[in-house]
């Protein structure tokens, strides 16, 4: 009569690796106390999920917050769904944001001792476990077609018992060695199942890092932890990599929580040490009222890269997701002045569970915040970055006079509340198409905003004079008294209330002669500073706007 090593021999013969060579292979990892070890496994679909962004920086946080070990393992055991090339652009997009992992995955060739790092590279160590599972009895081959595994699936809906392959619907749990081994042996196509231990009517309990207690029903299925392709399921590749990796701290979002009996069954059965878990919430969007989660098939905002397309600061996206994190960051970055997220004391316990939902405005504010306090010399790199790839109008002008540029990006900026009309970078050119003389002659042949109680030959009058009486090069205070004198002396009020007093005896009040001027030279109603706009624009372009456009008015 055959046995169990019989049947592990004949379903990997070509494996020699024990539990034991894996274990001396993979030690557990020197690290001082306390010290955690988190990972990022995203599966390489194609794009940076924003959920998945917001999962590594949590894991990224814990790390190194802990002198830990952050590392990147590339999950692609699901070949169908395996996008060529895009695990290099996740590793490309995670730096764009500064989560470099210490180790893992890497195009041109993994980094670290506890490789390879990319889950279609280790058949030989799931091999090895499964091998010795099945020696041990806690794994068999299961020999179900899927027409036999639908028969049991309408079995369990007639019957109304839960769905699953388990207890006396696991159809090939029984079955002796020999009839398995002849089975394989008349090449019947198989899987490798997990034998559960669990009994449904009992409970499995574990700590949750952010949610405490967890108490779920116990796990009898037995899942399939070796596919007919010959890799392993999501379930037993998390249980050996992260034994093998040891990881000591799992962060993944909420969606596995239901599946984690059936991991500490698999940790139990193997004899190790289960790590922690801290199961995120994960990011919803309000559609008409209701909750659900962030769709990479309806939201755009599901993928990372539609933020950075648009030019969001990648910083401005991090703070942002950490805000969703811990609601208490809001007011820590405005009592420590800083978005510096390596000092905030993100923590597990302060985590928000309520569904964060994904706030368009509030992304706005971190990031025009951010935008504002970035000196103008880095900021131009930034923006000359982007724009080079996503934004060829103002990579033009950004080309036609890097400084000029600069001092634009620069308006309002040197100062205790600067100005914040950027979130993003392509927010830019729109509001600086002024600046340029081209985009400003198409502005002004499209026809200027100016009040229609002024006519125009009053207007070509009063601009004539500004052109001609502004004193230029000089700083605000003096410039602004030169405007005030040529309106008081073209019958503007200098003060409100004179003005409101007796309106039949001026022309109209001090800002309606500052909103002609700024009409003129910005083609808007709203602009930054005019003093700092006509110091950019010089004493030659202002004169020759303002006298242009007196010289049309007057014809
Ligand atoms: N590849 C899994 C996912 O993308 C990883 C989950 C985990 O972190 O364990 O959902």
Partial sequence: MADLDDLAELLFPDVNETIDDLERKYPPRRLQEGAQVT?????????????????????????????GVFFFRLEDTDTKRT??????????QLAVFGLDSDEGYRPEGDLGDYGPYRQSLRKGIYRAVIKELIRRGRAYPDFCTPEDLDRIRAAQEANKVLPGYYGAYARDRSLSVDEEIARIKAG?????????????????????????????QDNDVD???????????????????DHFMRTTLITRGEEWIPSTPIHLDMFRALGWKAP?????????????????????????????????????????????????????FEEWS???????????????????????????????????????????????????????SHDGALSKKIAGGEAYFGKILNIEKERKNPRKDYAKYGDIEPLVRFFYRDDY??????????????DKGFLAKLLTEFANGMAYGSDEET?????????EKSGFALSNKDYKANPGAYMGSLSDAAEILRVALTCVKQSPNLHEVIEILGEAETKRRLLALAASLAA
């Fill in 276 to 328: 922690k878990y801290a199961h995120l919430p994960v990011i919803m969007k309000l559609d008409h009222g209701n909750k659900r989660k962030l769709s990479k098939r309806k939201d755009p905002e599901a993928a990372v890269s539609y933020f950075l397309d648009q030019g969001y600061p990648p910083e401005a996206l991090l703070v942002y997701l950490m805000s969703i994190a811990n609601s208490n």
């Fill in 188 to 216: 019947t196509p198989w899987v490798i199942r997990y034998r559960s231990q669990g009994d449904h009517d009992k409970k499995t309990k574990f700590t949750d890092a952010i949610r405490g207690e967890i108490e779920l």
């Fill in 223 to 241: 899942v399939v932890i070796l596919k007919s392709d010959g890799l392993p399921t999501y379930h037993f590749a998390h249980v050996v990599d």
């Fill in 479 to 487: 410039w602004w008294n030169g405007v005030k004198a040529i309106a």
């Fill in 441 to 454: 002659e198409k502005m002004v042949a499209a026809g200027l905003p100016f009040n229609p109680a002024f």
């Fill in 83 to 92: 996008i060529a090339g895009s695990g290099k652009d996740l590793i490309d």
């Fill in 39 to 67: 990972r990022f496994a995203p599966s390489p679909t194609g794009f940076l999920h924003t959920g998945s962004l917001f999962t590594a920086l949590i894991g990224y946080t814990l790390a190194k917050r802990s002198n």
């Fill in 334 to 388: 405005a009592a420590n002045k800083s978005y510096d997220l390596s000092k905030f004391p993100f923590s597990l316990k302060k985590m928000s569970l309520d569904g964060a939902l994904f706030d368009l405005a509030k992304l706005n504010y971190f990031s025009k915040e951010i935008i504002a306090k970035e000196p103008a010399a880095s900021l131009l790199l930034k923006v000359k970055a982007w724009a080079a």
